[in-house]
């Protein structure tokens, strides 16, 4: 699929994740009408309201400095959010076009790269939202870390709208909906690729995230001045997870916690074995996008899992369920990225070597 073709879905399917994000923002304000109790109760309300705020254009009090600033942040984090999200559809729209065969890969990578680009949104947008607090020289760092991982679970939502419409517009516009040739991928070589990339998600996942590495990163980094106290920005782009040994809670739920990292690692590998021969060319850029995919796919079944397994699903409600999505996407963008491109590497080196092979 060209890149001119690509171009209509991917531009509606930013321009409708952007209204429905604007959507979800506006109707913050409407929570706190009268009434509202009727259909939620105080928590679900509250807990709606902190989703939602990332997106309102409502969510500052003061003067009309203020108030600009807050306006310009939003104003910067919508059209960001359009622009990172087309960018990203139009390259996996062309590389993985949603033809017979690859259309359920299409999607869900559409969907996963949802809150990959709100995630680049508001932190492009944070420092005027920060400065539109009036406090924006107060520890800086850890204000655009609360910044950062604030807007996944709209865009998990919004994105999980918006995908279907682009597969769909992307085979209307799409000259040969039939199935491509399958790219020729050694399985030796696509096993190998798939164990590197993995490797390196689990590096945050495993290494990373056990409790006291994390502690570490958290301390070991004072800075100075503006930049001081980066433990928490650190934390959100490096830790996929959060675990500790079994002592500190009861050994069933410490396994199926376990169990839902084992299922985000299969998910992220399975994905990153079968996306050499779904690509139309294995680029670099592409491994990269795709296994930033991967992996916050890999994320997202972890969650669900674990608020499938929650004691407390029953009581806190569906909003709970929303408020756990999003988590740790601006770790699955860094460890992502590396591993799409230590995937490739490996990739292409144990394919010469087959080549190699072949030819002695």
């Given amino acids: 699929m060209t890149y001119r073709r690509a171009l209509i879905p991917a531009a509606v399917g930013g321009a409708l994740l952007a209204l429905l994000t604007l959507w979800a923002g506006a109707s913050a304000s409407a929570l706190r009408l009268q009434g509202t109790g009727n259909v939620f109760d105080i928590e679900s309300a509250t807990a709606l309201r902190t989703l939602l705020s990332p997106w ?18 939003m104003q910067i984090r919508f059209v960001t959010l359009f622009l990172f999200f087309v960018a990203g559809a139009l390259l996996l729209l062309r590389r993985l076009p949603p033809v017979q065969g690859s259309t359920p890969a299409t999607l869900l990578a559409l969907w996963a790269w949802a809150p990959v680009a709100a995630t680049l949104a508001v932190t492009v947008s944070a420092p005027w939202l920060i400065a539109s607090r009036g406090h924006g020289s107060f520890r800086v760092l850890p204000q655009v870390a609360s910044v950062i991982a604030s807007g996944g679970p709209v865009a998990v939502v919004a994105g999980l709208l918006t995908a279907p419409v682009m597969v769909v517009l992307a085979r209307v516009m799409n000259v040969d909906p039939e199935p491509l040739p399958r790219r020729d991928v ?175």
């Fill in 186 to 360: 050694p399985p030796l070589a696509a096993r190998l690729a798939a164990s590197a990339g993995t490797a390196v998600v689990a590096l945050s996942l495993v290494v990373l995230s056990y409790q006291s590495v994390a502690a570490w990163i958290q301390t070991s980094f004072p800075g100075e001045g503006l930049l001081s106290e980066p433990g928490d920005l650190l934390r959100e782009w490096l830790l996929l997870g959060a675990w500790s040994g079994p002592s500190t809670a009861p050994l069933g739920d410490w396994l199926l916690y376990r169990v839902a990292d084992v299922v985000m690692l299969a998910v992220v590998w399975w994905a990153l074995r079968l996306l050499p021969g779904l690509l139309t060319e294995a680029t670099a850029p592409a491994m990269a996008a795709g296994a930033v995919c991967a992996t916050v796919l890999g994320l997202l079944a972890s969650q669900l899992l674990h608020w499938a397994t929650d004691d407390t699903t029953t009581v806190r409600g569906p909003v709970s369920l929303v408020a756990g999505l999003g988590g740790g996407v601006p770790a699955a963008l860094t460890f992502g990225a590396v591993a799409g491109i230590a995937a490739v590497v490996t990739l292409r080196l144990a394919g010469r070597r087959d080549t190699a092979d072949a030819a002695g």
């Fill in 56 to 73: 309102s254009y409502s969510g500052v009090s003061g003067g009309a400095l203020y108030a600009d600033l807050y306006r310009t942040a």
